[in-house]
């Protein structure tokens, strides 16, 4: 890492930093500039982290859309410790419960997440309790809300899923604009140009990116909504996650590879495929 990026790192909050190790700053925010690509906030982003909830910032990605928001932020934190007592009494243990802790803790040692710890609700204001640790997290629990997390097996792997619609933060979520992501179909055209135009059959290729979604900072002012809880031999564990976002990074470095690899780039979500 370079002097340039490691003081560009240093802007970003102390629980960015870490997510930000292998991130060239300063590289993005020069390929951003060259290509002229639609979001110059994008690379800033990184360092102010990014929004899960509220009016998120327009990207020049999609096409330009009002949503509309069945309640906001300041109406879940306030209803916080209720929406918190009512989900840690209705959660059922996961068949995989074990497997959620683990990429919890892989995530912590990355700087990605808090370790997960043992809880419990006692008391009229719902106050987090550990069996075997005494208090835990008094003084900021009321502001906290836990988000619902279970896992969904795809093929040989687990993945654990967040419910943010259960927690609300999807209700409190107003995008400006409906996302648009590269389809097979643009790559397949993308290919019949090119063995239209030079008579060879072009090599395609596709990268998956490892944890995609848990790579992107999440803006410290919401990390109070980014709290998961799951059942674990019975007994709530709850982890605090820095991370969201990832769309339009991904695109910006499609575009900047377009321009001046000048080769074909497509994305969707978490892999990338030219």
């Known amino acids: 890492m370079t002097g340039e990026a490691q003081k560009w790192r240093l802007r970003a909050s102390e629980t960015a930093r870490q997510i930000l190790a292998e991130v060239n700053g300063p590289l993005l925010e020069h390929m951003i500039a060259v290509t002229d690509y639609s979001d110059h906030r994008c690379a800033d982003a990184l ?50 419960a074990l497997s959620l802790y683990e990429s919890c803790v892989k995530d912590a040692k990355l700087g990605r997440m808090t370790h997960p710890q043992p809880c419990g609700m006692d008391g009229p204001e719902g106050k987090i309790l550990s069996p075997r640790h005494g208090v835990l997290l008094v003084a900021v629990v009321q502001s906290l809300l836990f988000v619902d997390r279970f896992a969904v097996v795809q093929g040989e792997k687990i993945r654990p899923i967040d419910d943010m619609s259960r927690s609300g933060i999807n209700g409190a979520c107003q995008p400006g604009e409906k996302l648009s992501y590269d389809g097979i179909d643009m790559l397949l055209g993308a290919a019949a140009k090119f063995i239209k135009e030079t008579n060879v059959v072009p090599m395609i290729w596709k990268a998956d990116i490892d944890a995609a979604f848990r790579r992107i900072p999440l803006a410290q002012e919401q990390l109070f909504a980014s709290w998961v809880v799951f059942l674990l031999n019975g007994v709530p564990h709850v982890a605090g996650s820095f991370l969201k976002q990832w769309h339009h990074r991904t695109s910006s470095v499609c575009c900047a590879a377009r321009a001046s690899l000048r080769t074909f780039w497509g994305y969707r979500l978490s892999a990338r495929m030219g």
């Open 47 to 96: 360092i102010r982290g990014a929004p899960i909830a509220g009016r998120l910032p327009v990207t020049g990605n999609g096409t330009l859309k009002e949503f509309r928001c069945s309640h906001t932020l300041e109406e879940l934190r306030a209803n916080a410790p209720e929406s918190n007592r009512q989900l840690i009494a209705s959660l059922r243990e996961d068949e995989h």
